[in-house]
Nanobody, 114 residues
Framework: VQLQAFGGGLAQAGGYLRLSCAAS????????MGWGRQAPGKELELVAH???????NYADSVKGRFTISRDNAKNTMYLQMNSLKPEDTAVYYC?????????WGQGTLVTVSS
């Protein structure tokens, strides 16, 4: 299982970014996928996850601003981040639960300037 995240960068507060995570190595249409983030000096925070059926869950800190989605045909997951805040600055990692193991991709840095 390999995960590759794309789409990080610099945004202004109030702006938006869209992250993508491409999974390879198998078919993952039934698996839970999601995003976590780690800000400097802080612990990893689970941001959102989505089941194979499309059910979603969000951290309170991003509810109403972030939207997670997936395209099972492409083995790809997305995180649309709107109304960005400086406190959203972090390295964002995608993950997938597969055969009772959680796999993490490499991170992509999101920086939000005030």
């Amino acid at each position: 299982v390999q995960l590759q995240a794309f789409g990080g960068g610099l945004a202004q507060a109030g702006g938006y970014l869209r992250l993508s995570c491409a999974a390879s190595g198998s078919s993952f249409s039934i698996n839970v996928m999601g995003w976590g983030r780690q800000a400097p000096g802080k612990e990893l925070e689970l941001v959102a996850h989505i089941t194979g059926g499309g059910s979603t869950n969000y951290a309170d800190s991003v509810k109403g601003r972030f939207t997670i989605s997936r395209d099972n045909a492409k083995n790809t997951m997305y995180l649309q981040m709107n109304s960005l805040k400086p406190e959203d600055t972090a390295v964002y990692y995608c993950f997938i639960d597969f055969s009772r193991v959680t796999y993490w991709g490499q991170g992509t840095l999101v920086t939000v300037s005030s």
